[in-house]
């Protein structure tokens, strides 16, 4: 009988810690970024002309802890720097430059950065009817002439040709091949290519 009871008394806290740790188990998602399609597709547009960008990311994202997929009420919102080239200085080749264009929202809603209004913009996409995407469509329609890269912080540019080569006339003997954005006075760096989230084009 001690010996039953024993065994009891050692087996219950063994099955009581696996059912803890089936109960601790957390879902972390693992979402996918957008695929963003920019037109038209040529190098140079006119001012006055508009550049659209199309975004489009799944509705579903990985649970890991069911390890399938399930729908999501929101998505990561899409924030692009919209920056203008300039002579390089010793730390940037292109700073803020929204005030560039005039904004145009088709679909999504658009909002700002507080502390850098005129270098980023941030696109909340819109649920399609069937609920298989979440979606956006923004207009930039060209008011001054210049050389510009719109950068996107989690999107793939699905463009064959995003005209990375304009890069090439502005060059910081410091940071070679990398943009160095200068937003409002905060500069950072990212290596051109290294990334498919940028997209150049001219205005003339």
């Not at 463009?159 to 940071?175: D, Q, T």
Request: proline share 2%; glycine share 4%; aromatic share 10%.
């Amino acid at each position: 009988m001690l010996k039953k009871l024993f065994k009891i008394v050692v087996i219950l806290p063994l099955l009581m810690s696996t059912q803890c740790n089936e109960d601790d188990v957390q879902s972390t998602y693992i979402s996918n970024t957008h695929k963003v399609s920019v037109s038209p597709q040529e190098e140079t547009i006119s001012i006055n002309d508009t550049i659209w960008l199309e975004g489009k990311v799944s509705s579903r994202v990985f649970d890991t802890a069911i390890n399938d997929s399930v729908f999501t009420e929101s998505v990561q919102n899409n924030r692009i720097s919209v920056m203008k080239f300039i002579q390089p200085t010793q730390s940037s080749n292109c700073r803020d430059g929204i005030d560039n264009f005039e904004l145009i929202t088709e679909l999504g809603e658009l909002n700002f950065l507080a502390n850098c209004e005129n270098g980023e913009i941030v696109v909340n996409s819109e649920l399609g009817a069937d609920n298989s995407f979440y979606s956006y469509k923004i207009g930039l329609r060209a008011l001054t002439s210049g050389d510009y890269v719109l950068s996107w912080d989690h999107s793939s540019v699905s463009n064959e040709n995003r005209h990375a080569y304009i890069l090439n006339e502005y060059p910081l003997e410091s940071h070679p091949d990398q943009l160095g954005f200068d937003k409002c006075g905060d500069v950072s760096w990212r290596y051109a290519n290294e990334s498919d989230r940028e997209y150049y084009f001219r205005v003339e």
